[in-house]
């Protein structure tokens, strides 16, 4: 199966300079886990949910959050995403992905074309849906 029948089309992202305040937003008001980080139309680098909970202090929204803790959330997109991309290409095939996530520690590939622009992206629960479908 390829992998634009399965993958998310629906994309967010920042750029490289947008706060961290940006990026929590963004995941406040979603369900997802993964912001594409863009500049000039090509994929950066990705950032999950948990790389912002790395980064920021975890007093923000709490009775005891300071001038400190707030300022965490000022930081940059382009201080805290994961550079080391691992993406594939729309004629990849589900069989890649699995490969990929088996081999690396990540929950998200993006989907790039031959300009390394962002097209989609899969995660491992979309991996799942398609082995739960029932075969017909």
């Not at 305040?21 to 963004?26: A, G, H, P």
């Not at 863009?38 to 709490?62: H, Q």
């Not at 382009?78 to 729309?90: E, I, Y």
Request: proline share 4%; hydrophobic share 40%; aromatic share 6%.
């Amino acid at each position: 199966m390829n992998i634009t029948k399965i993958m998310s089309t629906s994309l967010v992202s920042v750029s490289m300079d947008d706060t961290l305040s940006v990026v929590k937003d963004i995941f406040d008001k979603n369900k997802f886990h993964h912001v594409l980080v863009v500049e000039s139309n090509k994929l950066c680098g990705v950032i999950s949910d948990r790389d912002l909970l790395k980064a920021i202090s975890p007093n923000i929204g709490t009775a005891s959050e300071t001038t400190k803790d707030i300022a965490t959330l000022n930081k940059r997109a382009h201080q805290v995403l994961s550079r080391k991309l691992v993406t594939l290409t729309p004629d990849a095939c589900v069989y890649d992905a699995i490969d990929l996530f088996n081999n690396n520690k990540i929950s998200c590939i993006p989907i790039v074309d031959e300009a390394n622009k962002p097209v989609g992206f899969v995660s491992w629960r979309d991996i799942f849906k398609v082995i739960k479908k029932p075969k017909k």
